[in-house]
């Protein structure tokens, strides 16, 4: 959790905000899905229409993502993950005011939007 102060009193932030706006910026970058589905991990499914996992850490005033997510086939993974990277700096900035932001990204599938996943389209 984070406080924030001002004159007028204290904001508590707890870090499951954090994880979520993480998220969901990741997810508006287009190529983007998540792994879904599924029973203590059996069974998953590449899934386009879902948002990736992430898990915030706060430490003073820097905050630490750790995403999990899966890319579109074919695409560029590096322009990709820099594209979540600013989007989830962005974000974090415009609705909590985050300036320090370390983004890990773990990439752990790669399938075409037809291949047994979601439908969402890419732009």
Do not use: H
Not at 14 to 30: E, F, G, L, W
Not at 34 to 46: D, H, N, T
Not at 68 to 79: C, K, R
């Amino acid at each position: 959790m984070t406080e924030l102060s001002s004159n007028r009193g204290n904001t508590t932030v707890n870090t499951a905000v954090y994880s979520k706006i993480a998220a969901q910026a990741a997810y508006k970058v287009p190529l983007v899905g998540s792994a879904a589905g599924g029973i203590l991990g059996l069974r998953k499914y590449k899934d386009f229409d879902s948002r990736p996992k992430a898990k915030a850490e706060v430490l003073g005033s820097a905050v630490i993502i750790e995403l999990d997510l899966g890319l579109s086939y074919p695409s560029n993974v590096q322009q990709a993950c820099e594209d979540v990277r600013d989007m989830i700096a962005e974000d974090l900035y415009k609705y909590l005011g985050v300036e320090n932001v370390q983004t890990d990204i773990r990439v752990s599938w790669m399938s075409s939007p037809d291949q047994n996943t979601g439908n969402r389209r890419l732009r």
